[in-house]
């Protein structure tokens, strides 16, 4: 390694990009080019940087192999933040064994970070916990340590262990200072703050107040019967029943929960659920199906029982009804959320991590543009969506695979 291309790696090593491209911006070598690329994702110039990226592998010989695999891994943090979610991680797995058999034990562990945290985007929080299990941030550099224990503390907020959360992010905060990197840093800040900030909305038979994500994994824990309308499911006493693929369902159980402890007459459930307003004997009869087939999926955490009217909810004695609100109203509550964190996201992206046709995502980034919400940039298939943040409360329980205890 000449004395240029050991200063560029330094420089970036350090968070100094521009230091980077002083020394290797004219050159064309595979290495010059892969720090070329880095320094410009650095420098957020992601499309170029991706480019970059590709010419430097393409450009190593075969027996290069440790460097081809170290473009790889570069390559797939690009396309991380560029928000490219397609195509299969096994790629950017076999370079971190590779990487892991030539003895870059950093490198290898930064990759499987990085599929971490694609798996994290994508709510795949079972599979994300399996690739982080093994990682012990201590003895890490001060950056890897920091992005390891992010990555940890995501995973626990999105499973609503906010203990976990809090300790992580604490070691997260330590490693960044000591890397010195301000990026990091910023991150690191910006997920402290939502520990603080309101996460849903608390509806009960005393009024509606706000809830920190600690104050709902406390009220998920008391025993209380809990209708979640941010991940559309039922929990109580540590039990989650999810509704999110049964609407019909969700609308009834969200219905009784709401006027809880009364009960609901037949034909206002008809009237919302089926939305008619002339209810005839072939409504009343899927009514009496849809809440049979609710009252076998409840069973275990409270009753519906038939009034002379309606239907009542009925849990156990003793236990609150609470209804979970999002901090937003609407079906398009989980798409603000992505587009929240101020990446510029495709429609197929959006698709992918919310599991839900591309089509149905554009109809609503239609809506949600209209209304002035979110803005595109960029035409055809390079066209992206960006919202501005949201600062007034935390959206981690409308991201894809919040669960409770996941």
Known sequence: MDSLIAASARALASGDPLG????????????????????????????????????AGRAFGSHEALARARCVVAEAEVALAMRDLAGSPQG?????????????????????????????????????????????????PPTLAAVAELSGAELALRSLRIGPATAALARAQE????????????????????????????????????????????????????LDACRRGVARGGAWQPLAR?????????LLAQA????????????????????????RARLRVEIGRLRALLKAQAA????????VLSPPAGAEVVVLLPPIDGEQASVVALLSDGAAWSTSA??????????????????????????AIGQARARRWLAPPLVDFTTVLLLPGSLPGA
């Open 20 to 55: 980077a491209l002083k020394r290797v911006a004219l050159r064309e070598d595979p290495p010059a080019l892969a720090l070329r690329g880095i320094a410009m994702a650095q420098l957020g110039e992601l499309p170029v940087a991706r480019d970059l990226l590709r010419r």
């Open 92 to 140: 950017l797995l076999a370079a971190a064994d590779t990487l892991q058999g030539h003895g870059d034990r950093g490198n290898a562990l930064h990759a499987r970070l990085v599929a971490a945290r694609r798996l994290l985007l994508l709510g795949r929080l079972p599979q994300a916990a399996t690739l982080l299990e093994p990682v012990d941030p201590a003895g890490l």
């Open 350 to 375: 959006l698709a992918l991590a919310l599991g839900t046709s591309q089509r149905t995502v554009q109809r609503t980034l239609a809506g949600l543009q209209a209304a002035g919400q979110v803005r």
């Open 260 to 283: 809880w402890p009364d009960a609901v007459e037949r034909d206002a459930l008809i009237a919302s659920v089926f939305r008619t307003r002339r209810p005839d004997e072939t409504h």
């Open 175 to 226: 490693a960044a200072q000591r890397a010195g990197i301000p990026a990091l840093m910023a991150e690191v800040a910006e997920a402290r703050a939502a520990l603080a900030r309101p996460a849903a909305r608390c509806r009960n038979a005393g009024g509606e107040r706000v809830l920190r994500l600690d104050e709902i994994e406390a009220l998920l824990a008391s025993g209380a019967f809990v």
């Open 246 to 254: 049964r609407p019909v369902l969700f609308a009834l159980a969200r």
């Open 304 to 311: 519906i029982e038939a009034t002379a009217g309606g239907f």
